[in-house]
């Protein structure tokens, strides 16, 4: 049995399946077979040809088998290039190193985190440029071969990259404009609530004077303060449950794979890194896989942390460096750390950084970081930065790991 895949014009895939009738083991019919084998793969090599999408057959090992001739000019290899090489060339790092890994986890687990899935990720062509892609794995397995097809959509396209960017960072700036709200209304219920408590203690001690003071319409006069009073009492309350609710946030925490938010974080994230110079490492703990996290809303923390870092990068002349990483830590906590090679902290907002509206920056809120910390610390987790050794600033944050019974407890 042949198994064909073939894209239908509208970009859904169909599976052409060419039996050949089991044959009784003589040599007429084995030789019938080659050929009808020979012809299935004709027609696959001619299929290749065709298609207007890219794709590429690989085998278990990630070594690829064929690829339309579209996928080889998408990633700019001449005919023939590619066929016979490892498929993790064609993205860049992390997941160049990592690709023989995941094959290999996916192979030994079943578990399925691209195939049938599909997902954005980043390809790198021949010269080293990268680009969007969306990515969509099938698998192909008959008795002694086993089979990937990917099939590749490239999202360069300026109109095709924002729409499927914006729908990933939709989630990502809702959650940051709710808690950016939640900033600037706590901030502000800190800043009113005393003139309020000023207010009210006036309001009461013209109460009091009044008592000393007799006339006609002296009850009524004391009657209205007291109404005074209490609305701003009331304005009070207001504030503080307004407090409250955003302390207490929207937030749903589930047992996550750090790794994979990570990577999707920093999809969304390092978009223009690369034409900005900057080169970006990954250095995952597999002891510090499982957390127990809202993902959108550490998603955003990396967010934050990363645009912050390729900001100041891009204004200094140096080495461009970001390093992403985590680390198991103590008493189960898992620590996640983002370093740059940039200028360093500006010392006259170094000590209040989590602070909100400290910045230095000209159209900057001082929002990002104060938010990150609301974040981390709802989450029961630290916020801290260091400098660099060497020059830079590394940010590090903790969240609670979650163990591997936790995680099935919570499937
Ligand atoms: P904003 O980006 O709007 O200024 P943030 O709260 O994200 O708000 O950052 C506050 C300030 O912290 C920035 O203005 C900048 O001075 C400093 N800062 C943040 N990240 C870095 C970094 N990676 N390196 C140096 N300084 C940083």
Known sequence: MVNLPLLSADGDVKWILHSLEAAPD?????????????????????????????????????????????????????????????????????????????????????????????????????????FPMHLTVGELRSAERHYFTGFIRDLTDQQLTETRLKELQ?????????????????????????????????????????????????????????KAADQALRAGHIIRRLREFVARGESERRIENL??????????????????????????????????????????????????????????????????????GASDLVEVSVADTGSGLAPEVASQLFQPFVTTKRKGMGLGLSICRTIVEAHGGKIWVEDRPGGGTVFRFTLRGAQIEEAEHGR
């Open 26 to 130: 003589d040599g007429r019919d084995r030789s019938a077979m080659a050929l009808a084998l020979d012809a299935a793969e004709a027609r696959l090599r001619s299929i290749l040809q065709t298609v207007p999408d890219a794709m590429i057959i690989i085998d278990d090992c990630g070594r690829i088998e064929s690829l339309s001739t579209t996928a080889e000019r998408l990633f700019g290899y001449p005919t023939a290039e590619l066929a016979g090489r490892n498929v993790s060339q064609l993205m860049p790092s992390p997941d160049r190193e990592q690709h023989d890994v995941y094959l290999r986890r996916y192979l030994a687990t079943g578990e399925r985190r691209i195939i049938g899935i599909g997902r954005i990720v980043v390809g790198q062509r021949k010269d080293g440029t990268t």
């Open 170 to 226: 939709s989630e990502v700036t809702h959650m940051s404009r709710y808690t950016a709200l939640g900033e600037m209304a706590s901030t502000l219920a800190h800043e009113i609530n005393q003139p309020l408590t000023a207010i009210s203690n006036y309001l009461r001690g013209s109460q009091r004077l009044l008592d000393r003071i007799e006339g006609e319409s002296t009850p009524m006069l004391r009657d209205a303060l007291g």
């Open 259 to 328: 790794t994979r938010l990570i990577e999707d974080a920093s999809t969304l994230a390092l978009v223009g890194a690369r034409e900005a110079g900057i080169s970006v490492s990954f250095q995952f703990d597999p002891n510090a896989d499982l957390v127990l996290a809202d993902r959108i809303q550490i998603q955003q923390v990396l967010v934050n942390l990363i645009r912050n870092a390729m900001e100041v990068m891009i204004e200094t002349p140096n080495d461009r460096r970001l390093e992403i990483a985590t680390a198991a």
